[in-house]
T-cell receptor, first 110, second 115 residues
Framework: GENVEQHPSTLSVQEGDSAVIKCTYS??????FPWYKQELGKRPQLIID?????GEKKDQRIAVTLNKTAKHFSLHITETQPEDSAVYFC?????????FGTGTRLQVFP | GAGVSQSPRYKVAKRGQDVALRCDPI?????LFWYQQALGQGPEFLTY????????KSGLPSDRFFAERPEGSVSTLKIQRTQQEDSAVYLC?????????????FGDGTRLSIL
């Protein structure tokens, strides 16, 4: 079955800097890759997603890139703000259920 | 509704008791998913419904776990004879239609503690 690895597990950046989180997946049939942000005690919130027919997608300060050949995808956050501090999860899917990575705790210091 | 609603938000039970967790998906959403999230981990898939049909239950840890969605809307996850290892946050998610790879929207979850 699908296996998703995510790193780093923790990431600390200064406000205004960029943050990059990377994931790899094992199932070449996976074709949908969402990213979720989860604040402490709250629900995972979808922040951006990408499908396998697209290499890059951007939404304001957030972008995701996908390399199908290498089975890598990455989340890029530019101009980070303290409110970006949370745990971020990547996930992969080929039909329905999501297989999640282990999460990255992002801390943005003012 | 405005979003996926889960109840109760917190549940404490003694080992051996049965529990029932409820999920109200976004109105009109065809697909419904249950995930289990242990402390400090990512959500792990439990089971999936399309309308009232349970299409995948491969993630259910044991036969003590049972889920249903009899009318294709509200779903209940039941855990019988609870064990301490069942302690986790149980998340429900729904998506709009039967096509695969649609965005899944999560509820706040039920935090289950087994004493």
């Amino acid at each position: 079955g699908e296996n998703v690895e995510q790193h780093p597990s923790t990431l600390s950046v200064q406000e205004g800097d960029s943050a990059v989180i990377k994931c790899t997946y094992s199932d070449s049939a996976s074709n949908y890759f969402p990213w979720y942000k989860q604040e402490l005690g709250k629900r995972p919130q979808l922040i951006i997603d990408i499908r396998s027919n697209v290499g890059e997608k951007k939404d304001q300060r957030i972008a995701v890139t996908l390399n199908k050949t290498a089975k890598h995808f990455s989340l890029h956050i530019t101009e980070t703000q303290p409110e970006d501090s949370a745990v971020y999860f990547c996930a992969a899917s080929r039909a329905d259920k999501l297989i999640f990575g282990t999460g990255t705790r992002l801390q943005v210091f003012p | 509704g405005a979003g996926v609603s889960q109840s109760p938000r917190y549940k404490v039970a003694k080992r051996g008791q049965d529990v029932a967790l409820r999920c109200d998906p976004i109105s009109g959403h065809v697909s419904l998913f249950w995930y289990q999230q242990a402390l400090g981990q990512g959500p792990e898939f439990l089971t999936y419904f399309q309308n009232e049909a349970q299409l995948d239950k491969s993630g259910l840890p044991s036969d003590r776990f049972f889920a249903e969605r009899p009318e294709g809307s509200v779903s209940t996850l039941k855990i019988q004879r609870t064990q301490q290892e069942d302690s986790a946050v149980y998340l429900c998610a729904s998506s709009e239609d039967r096509a695969g790879n649609q965005p899944q929207h999560f509820g706040d979850g039920t935090r289950l503690s087994i004493l």
